[in-house]
């Protein structure tokens, strides 16, 4: 059970932020855009975990539009919430914005989705 507990822990805490490509460390998005900027210098998409800018660190001279490696991921806009379908998830009685709403639905289901694999790494009795 206790095995169980602690897969389950991991499972909800990885599914609350992306690993960064270039350190692997976590990256936790604001309800901004999808794009991410680490600490190391690697920026990258938050929906796929893609380096966007593959061999470029930081901003300098390499970073523009020429060496960005497009993932589809914002094809329909740089925003979650203006993805298609996630756009009704902010709920306005709480005072959260549609993108805030988004993002926590994303989360949500990337918690799910680590619980279910965890869930399956573990015996049936352990449950």
């Not at 998005?29 to 680490?38: E, F, L, N, R, V």
């Not at 920026?43 to 380096?51: I, L, P, T």
């Not at 799910?112 to 869930?119: G, L, M, Q, S, Y």
């Amino acid at each position: 059970v206790a095995t169980a507990q602690v897969r389950v822990e991991e499972a909800l805490l990885a599914g609350q932020a992306v690993a960064c490509p270039g350190c692997q460390g976590p990256a936790r998005k604001d309800d901004a855009c999808i794009h991410m900027d680490c600490a190391c210098g690697v920026h990258f998409c938050y929906v796929c975990g893609r380096d966007r800018y593959p061999g470029v660190v930081g901003t300098g001279p390499d970073y523009r539009a020429t060496n960005k490696r497009d993932c589809g991921c914002d094809a329909a806009s740089p925003y979650l919430h203006r993805q298609p379908g996630w756009g009704a998830f902010g709920r306005a009685e709480l005072g959260e914005s549609a993108a805030h709403g988004a993002l926590l639905e994303y989360h949500r289901r990337r918690m799910a989705w680590f619980v279910r694999v965890a869930k399956e790494s573990v015996s049936a009795e352990a449950w």
